[in-house]
């Protein structure tokens, strides 16, 4: 409810906006120096912006092309433009634009274009104005280059076995790889621009006839919604159109890997592109894809079975083994063997603080590790391993602030929360680990149980583009199971996820067919 | 704003199938077998448990085939339609205060059993505090989500009760199955109403059905539903007796709960785990809780047309919340428990006759709202 109060919001605002506009959709005039110096009026005359004028060959007209120094690629312009033009020798009687148009400019990517507003868009996209003293249309030629990164295999999902390529921040670069991957007329990609002034492709990608039609209505209703001056990553994007955002929990994934976004696109969800970011949304997610990785499909089903289930296991201990230790130690002794908890008793000996205390300290000194060692350069990165793991851990022991098998416990949490595949959902299970040692120190088991009941209310009322978050599990998809905890092996899993409501459900043909 | 079909607040049938055993399994299955085993001789008390059983999934069918005759018509107006609008509004409130009764209850037995076996120290009014709270907060949610977390918790307490079970296998002593068959009728007779009353909380289907799209089906989920809940009562009360022994069973206070504090899990990383399983039942009887409230906000609600949910809600939570800080030992809080279960069958069986009868007397109204 909220959320569609502040979208209508908005909205309104943007359509007053949207009325503000016509002031830059002035006509070009006739005259090419008038034209040219609008342009650099308009651009504020930056020195980044080319003007070449020229003469055309055979026709002694005066002309000019412009173009932003960087974002074009500059051999299409010397080859193809400019050479072909100066060294026209065909006179034209009328109409000089169109005969150039067909005849001269060799680049596939032309149009005409007659308004300051078109033309210093395409200049700022990397395209190439192309001006003929006496016209008032200009002739635009996609001519967008330049410098990018190459495709590269991405840091933030390894894998061992499955393909090495990766998003770049290109956009086009970025859909090219997705074609090829799904090599299907249906794959559709549906541009929209976000960013009041940052004006950024925005792609919504996903194969029709196997998508719910209705999902991407949703999404392309929420990404009208979008009101920002840029999206510096696709998390603008998602933050803008997600269910909730009081929650939690992600309600999108993002994936740096065209394998992945292939796979869930074949699987009937939607991929966000955004201009700009390597990074991926994909939509709608349930709860069990936070810990899905592309390598449990790259592997054999019996090996991707166990992996799946080992995270499934690690994600238990990040979230719940700190919490479990507190209200263990200090609420409920008498369940662990006696013989353990002498051992704890002495370990604990000399420890001032009672056991939350000293969870939550170790707990926030790893927190502190953690994020430094993301910020730091990866140089000094090894410094803090040295200084946290051993200053710290064997320190805190010896000078007697925490037990020793509170740096077990919380070495062994923060491993786990490293095998979880996804970031965003990491930091999800690092919050809900205080949440749950405050809960353990105030109430032991009992609260730990309270807050669990509370995350699955949440959850369970919690949507991703309208779609249940727990969906296989509630609302129950028997058939969705095959690939959740378990991996079935490939050729049993022929349908695709019921809880998506797709529109064809079978991945293969089968026998009933 | 236009949403996802997902959106509605309608459910399935199988969700009908969860939710009847969700209700039923709570505080009442802890007790329950010291009960038994107090009137009937061994484990003899099984043949109580199913015809109890038997006359519990009876109900159920009927009061679910009474409400699927109704598709998607709300309690009170069919109720309206068959017994006049006064009379219809009268037991709709009645099934509110069942309601209410049902969660003070869960919420009050829930901290008394805490008290004995997690914390000691801690004040029960805050135990109980604290899950009245998280009642609210599941409540106020989407119904549709309370249906969820049934079928979210109750595969797990299922788990751990079979696991309980396995576990207590190396503790069986099969002489305490013998003698067969030696209860007089008079024992039969009393095991049969302490079991039946033991299966409470059937009129949430008078209320529940209407959600139902397509509620053909529901009559036969629901009783099929309420024979998982049976079989699991047998199956408590017989590992209950084979371990203790008849006697022994019926002097425990909670036998189920002490049948983990029994069993030893292998590994020896847990030396008593009475406490997990307890907090593992807390899931079940928060189910129960959280649907029992949600029926009288229905119940209310349907009367009170105008009023927003969350204020019917926060009316009712303090009402709750006095109930069942009401008893003073654990004997009022069992008499709570037994005025509730007969207060249920009464109602409950009462409106499930009366309806029948009026149903086939005057024919069902085909016409839907």
Same mark, same amino acid.
């Given at each position: 409810?909220?959320?569609?109060?502040?979208?209508?919001?908005?909205?309104?605002?943007?359509?007053?906006?949207?009325?503000?506009?016509?002031?830059?959709?002035?006509?070009?005039?006739?005259?090419?120096?008038?034209?040219?110096?609008?342009?650099?009026?308009?651009?504020?005359?930056?020195?980044?912006?080319?003007?070449?004028?020229?003469?055309?060959?055979?026709?002694?007209?005066?002309?000019?092309?412009?173009?932003? +120094?960087?974002?074009?690629?500059?051999?299409?312009?010397?080859? +193809?433009?400019?050479?072909?033009?100066?060294?026209?020798?065909?006179?034209?009687?009328? +109409?000089?634009?169109?005969?150039?148009?067909?005849?001269?400019?060799?680049?596939?990517?032309?149009?005409?274009?007659?308004?300051?507003?078109?033309?210093?868009?395409?200049?700022?996209?990397?395209?190439?104005?192309?001006?003929?003293?006496?016209?008032?249309?200009?002739?635009?030629?996609?001519?967008?280059?330049?410098?990018?990164?190459?495709?590269?295999?991405?840091?933030?999902?390894?894998?061992?076995?499955?393909?090495?390529?990766?998003?770049?921040?290109?956009?086009?670069?970025?859909?090219?790889?997705?074609?090829?991957?799904?090599?299907?007329?249906?794959?559709?990609?549906?541009?929209?621009?976000?960013?009041?002034?940052?004006?950024?492709?925005?792609?919504?990608?996903?194969?029709?006839?196997?998508?719910?039609?209705?999902?991407?209505?949703?999404?392309?209703?929420?990404?009208?919604?979008?009101?920002?001056?840029?999206?510096?990553?696709?998390?603008?994007?998602?933050?803008?159109?997600?269910?909730?955002?009081?929650?939690?929990?992600?309600?999108?994934?993002?994936?740096?890997?065209?394998?992945?976004?292939?796979?869930?696109?074949?699987?009937?969800?939607?991929?966000?592109?955004?201009?700009?970011?390597?990074?991926?949304?994909?939509?709608?997610?349930?709860?069990?894809?936070?810990?899905? $990785?592309?390598?449990?499909?790259?592997?054999?089903?019996?090996?991707?079975?166990?992996?799946?289930?080992?995270?499934?296991?690690?994600?238990?201990?990040?979230?719940?083994?700190?919490?479990?230790?507190?209200?263990?130690?200090?609420?409920?002794?008498?369940?662990?063997?006696?013989?353990?908890?002498?051992?704890?008793?002495?370990?604990?000996?000399?420890?001032?603080?009672?056991?939350?205390?000293?969870?939550?300290?170790?707990?926030?000194?790893?927190?502190?590790?953690?994020?430094?060692?993301?910020?730091?350069?990866?140089?000094?990165?090894?410094?803090?391993?040295?200084?946290?793991?051993?200053?710290?851990?064997?320190?805190?022991? $010896?000078?007697?602030?925490?037990?020793?098998?509170?740096?077990?416990?919380?070495?062994?949490?923060?491993?786990?929360?490293?095998?979880?595949?996804?970031?965003?959902?990491?930091?999800?299970?690092?919050?809900?680990?205080?949440?749950?040692?405050?809960?353990?120190?105030?109430?032991?088991?009992?609260?730990?149980?309270?807050?669990?009941?509370?995350?699955?209310?949440?959850?369970?009322?919690?949507? $991703?583009?309208?779609?249940?978050?727990?969906?296989?599990?509630?609302?129950?998809?028997?058939?969705?199971?095959?690939?959740?905890?378990?991996?079935?092996?490939?050729?049993?899993?022929?349908?695709?996820?019921?809880?998506?409501?797709?529109?064809?459900?079978?991945?293969?043909?089968?026998?009933?067919? | 704003?236009?949403?996802?079909?997902?959106?509605?607040?309608?459910?399935?049938?199988?969700?009908?199938?969860?939710?009847?055993?969700?209700?039923?399994?709570?505080?009442?299955?802890?007790?329950?077998?010291?009960?038994?085993?107090?009137?009937?001789?061994?484990?003899?008390?099984?043949?109580?448990?199913?015809?109890?059983?038997?006359?519990?999934?009876?109900?159920?069918?009927?009061?679910?085939?009474?409400?699927?005759?109704?598709?998607?018509?709300?309690?009170?107006?069919?109720?309206?339609?068959?017994?006049?609008?006064?009379?219809?509004?009268?037991?709709?409130?009645?099934?509110?205060?069942?309601?209410?009764?049902?969660?003070?209850?869960?919420?009050?037995?829930?901290?008394?059993?805490?008290?004995?076996?997690?914390?000691?120290?801690?004040?029960?009014?805050?135990?109980?505090?604290?899950?009245?709270?998280?009642?609210?907060?599941?409540?106020?949610?989407?119904?549709?989500?309370?249906?969820?977390?049934?079928?979210?918790?109750?595969?797990?307490?299922?788990?751990?009760?079979?696991?309980?079970?396995?576990?207590?296998?190396?503790?069986?002593?099969?002489?305490?199955?013998?003698?067969?068959?030696?209860?007089?009728?008079?024992?039969?007779?009393?095991?049969?109403?302490?079991?039946?009353?033991?299966?409470?909380?059937?009129?949430?289907?008078?209320?529940?059905?209407?959600?139902?799209?397509?509620?053909?089906?529901?009559?036969?989920?629901?009783?099929?539903?309420?024979?998982?809940?049976?079989?699991?009562?047998?199956?408590?009360?017989?590992?209950?007796?084979?371990?203790?022994?008849?006697?022994?069973?019926?002097?425990?206070?909670?036998?189920?709960?002490?049948?983990?504090?029994?069993?030893?899990?292998?590994?020896?990383?847990?030396?008593?785990?009475?406490?997990?399983?307890?907090?593992?039942?807390?899931?079940?009887?928060?189910?129960?809780?959280?649907?029992?409230?949600?029926?009288?906000?229905?119940?209310?609600?349907?009367?009170?047309?105008?009023?927003?949910?969350?204020?019917?809600?926060?009316?009712?939570?303090?009402?709750?919340?006095?109930?069942?800080?009401?008893?003073?030992?654990?004997?009022?809080?069992?008499?709570?428990?037994?005025?509730?279960?007969?207060?249920?069958?009464?109602?409950?069986?009462?409106?499930?006759?009366?309806?029948?009868?009026?149903?086939?007397?005057?024919?069902?109204?085909?016409?839907?709202?």
């Amino acid at each position: 409810m909220a959320r569609s109060f502040f979208s209508r919001k908005k909205k309104n605002k943007q359509s007053n906006q949207d009325t503000q506009q016509p002031k830059f959709s002035a006509k070009l005039k006739k005259s090419l120096d008038d034209n040219l110096e609008n342009m650099k009026t308009m651009l504020g005359n930056p020195g980044d912006l080319v003007v070449r004028e020229l003469m055309i060959g055979g026709l002694e007209t005066r002309a000019a092309i412009m173009y932003i +120094n960087g974002l074009t690629d500059k051999n299409l312009i010397n080859n +193809n433009i400019l050479k072909t033009i100066q060294l026209n020798l065909k006179q034209f009687e009328s +109409n000089v634009l169109d005969k150039i148009f067909e005849e001269v400019i060799a680049i596939t990517d032309t149009k005409k274009a007659n308004s300051m507003d078109e033309v210093s868009l395409a200049l700022l996209n990397g395209g190439t104005a192309f001006y003929i003293d006496g016209m008032e249309t200009v002739l635009l030629m996609g001519t967008s280059g330049g410098e990018t990164r190459s495709i590269e295999e991405p840091d933030s999902e390894t894998l061992i076995r499955g393909p090495r390529d990766g998003f770049v921040e290109s956009i086009e670069t970025n859909l090219a790889l997705i074609r090829r991957d799904i090599k299907d007329p249906n794959l559709r990609f549906k541009q929209h621009e976000v960013g009041r002034r940052s004006k950024q492709k925005l792609v919504v990608s996903y194969v029709e006839g196997i998508v719910n039609p209705e999902i991407v209505e949703e999404i392309e209703r929420r990404l009208k919604t979008i009101d920002v001056d840029i999206a510096s990553d696709s998390a603008y994007v998602e933050q803008w159109i997600e269910d909730s955002f009081l929650s939690i929990f992600p309600q999108f994934l993002n994936t740096e890997r065209p394998d992945k976004v292939s796979a869930v696109l074949l699987q009937g969800k939607v991929a966000i592109l955004v201009e700009g970011t390597p990074f991926v949304l994909l939509a709608p997610i349930s709860l069990g894809e936070a810990l899905f $990785s592309m390598e449990d499909y790259n592997q054999r089903w019996l090996s991707a079975t166990l992996l799946r289930t080992l995270r499934y296991f690690s994600a238990f201990i990040a979230i719940f083994l700190p919490a479990i230790y507190i209200a263990l130690v200090s609420y409920h002794p008498g369940m662990l063997p006696s013989t353990l908890v002498f051992s704890i008793a002495a370990s604990r000996e000399g420890v001032p603080f009672p056991a939350a205390i000293e969870a939550i300290l170790m707990a926030v000194t790893f927190e502190i590790l953690h994020e430094a060692g993301i910020r730091l350069p990866k140089v000094i990165g090894q410094t803090i391993g040295i200084v946290g793991g051993l200053v710290i851990g064997e320190a805190a022991v $010896s000078a007697g602030i925490v037990s020793t098998l509170m740096v077990i416990v919380t070495a062994l949490t923060a491993i786990a929360t490293f095998s979880v595949p996804s970031y965003s959902v990491a930091i999800t299970f690092r919050m809900l680990r205080f949440a749950f040692m405050i809960a353990a120190s105030i109430l032991g088991l009992y609260g730990i149980v309270l807050i669990y009941i509370m995350v699955n209310i949440h959850l369970v009322n919690l949507k $991703s583009i309208g779609v249940p978050y727990v969906a296989p599990f509630a609302p129950i998809f028997v058939t969705d199971w095959k690939d959740l905890i378990f991996r079935a092996p490939v050729t049993k899993l022929t349908q695709r996820p019921a809880f998506l409501k797709t529109t064809d459900d079978q991945s293969k043909e089968t026998k009933s067919n | 704003m236009s949403t996802f079909k997902y959106g509605d607040e309608k459910i399935k049938s199988r969700d009908i199938m969860i939710a009847v055993p969700s209700m039923v399994i709570a505080i009442g299955i802890i007790v329950f077998p010291r009960e038994l085993a107090d009137k009937t001789i061994a484990a003899d008390g099984w043949v109580s448990i199913v015809i109890g059983g038997g006359i519990a999934i009876l109900l159920v069918w009927l009061v679910a085939k009474l409400a699927a005759n109704f598709p998607n018509q709300s309690f009170l107006s069919y109720a309206s339609y068959l017994v006049t609008k006064p009379v219809a509004i009268v037991l709709t409130f009645m099934f509110a205060i069942q309601g209410i009764i049902v969660s003070a209850f869960e919420v009050r037995a829930i901290s008394d059993i805490s008290h004995q076996y997690l914390f000691d120290q801690t004040p029960q009014e805050v135990v109980s505090l604290c899950f009245l709270l998280v009642v609210v907060y599941a409540v106020s949610g989407s119904r549709a989500g309370l249906f969820r977390l049934n079928a979210m918790f109750l595969p797990i307490i299922f788990a751990a009760t079979i696991l309980l079970i396995f576990f207590s296998l190396g503790f069986i002593h099969t002489e305490h199955l013998l003698p067969v068959f030696k209860t007089d009728a008079r024992g039969y007779l009393q095991g049969t109403l302490a079991s039946t009353t033991s299966f409470t909380g059937i009129g949430i289907l008078f209320f529940y059905i209407s959600l139902v799209k397509k509620p053909e089906k529901a009559p036969a989920m629901a009783a099929f539903g309420m024979s998982w809940a049976v079989g699991l009562y047998i199956l408590i009360y017989v590992t209950c007796i084979v371990v203790f022994g008849e006697t022994a069973t019926a002097n425990i206070r909670f036998p189920l709960i002490e049948l983990a504090k029994t069993v030893e899990v292998p590994g020896g990383f847990f030396e008593r785990i009475e406490s997990l399983f307890f907090i593992i039942w807390i899931m079940a009887i928060f189910n129960t809780a959280a649907m029992a409230f949600d029926v009288s906000v229905i119940a209310l609600n349907s009367i009170f047309s105008k009023v927003v949910k969350i204020k019917i809600i926060l009316v009712l939570s303090p009402f709750i919340y006095f109930i069942a800080s009401l008893p003073n030992d654990f004997l009022d809080i069992g008499k709570v428990g037994d005025f509730a279960s007969y207060y249920g069958w009464g109602l409950t069986g009462m409106v499930a006759l009366v309806f029948w009868i009026i149903v086939k007397v005057k024919g069902v109204k085909q016409s839907g709202k």
